[in-house]
């Protein structure tokens, strides 16, 4: 029968303090040194290769140890489908070393666990929705702000040619169609009507 594995995973900018700090920190839960998998987010690591390798090797029943939970992704989203990609889909465990209530590991301890790891979680996905609305709310807030001191968004209109004016007269008494008129402008077809309309 096989013995289920440990592996530990690090995601590091490059901090060489931090770096050897959480690398100690993984190898004295104890993770084996050959299934301690680590990214660098400068260099040639760009994309995880590690990550995705040491996830091709997870068989159910396998743990996975990581410093913080930041080592699963850039945000809350990224790290919640990451969350359920090793919990669900590979049915690994989790143990996250800074935050000791998510350990997804069996316990008699019923503050600890599935249960308590899944709590945590959807309070970070709630934190994260709160961060992303009010993200939103001041952008809106700075493009309000931005109108009314008059700044305008959006591609500048173009002017309006100054043989504009003949050029509608010739349309309007049939003598050219729309296209022709937009050609003669070097315009499109649809801006000249809306011109034509007065919109």
Not at 37 to 52: C, E, K, L, V
Not at 86 to 101: M, S
Request: glycine residues 8%.
């Amino acid at each position: 029968m096989k013995q289920n594995a440990i592996y530990g995973y690090l995601y590091h900018s490059g901090d060489k303090a931090e770096t050897g700090k959480a690398r100690t920190a993984l190898l004295n839960f104890p993770v084996p040194e050959k299934n301690l998998f680590i990214d660098s987010a400068n260099g040639t690591d760009q994309g995880r290769p590690q990550y995705m390798n040491m996830i091709m090797r997870l068989c159910p029943g396998d743990t996975v140890i990581i410093p913080s939970l930041e080592n699963l992704g850039d945000d809350y989203s990224e790290r919640l489908d990451q969350w359920e990609l090793i919990t669900k889909e590979k049915w690994a465990d989790i143990v996250v070393l800074d935050q000791p209530q998510l350990d997804t590991r069996p316990s008699a301890d019923m503050l600890s666990g599935d249960s308590a790891a899944v709590l945590v979680l959807e309070s970070l996905k709630s934190a994260e929705q709160k961060r992303k609305t009010a993200v939103k709310r001041n952008q809106q807030k700075g493009i309000r702000e931005a109108k009314d001191r008059g700044v305008r968004f959006g591609r500048p209109r173009k002017p309006i040619p100054e043989d504009f004016p003949f050029v509608k007269e010739q349309w309007e008494r049939h003598y050219i169609n729309s296209r022709e008129a937009a050609k003669r402008l070097g315009i499109a077809q649809q801006t000249f009507l809306r011109w034509a309309g007065g919109k």
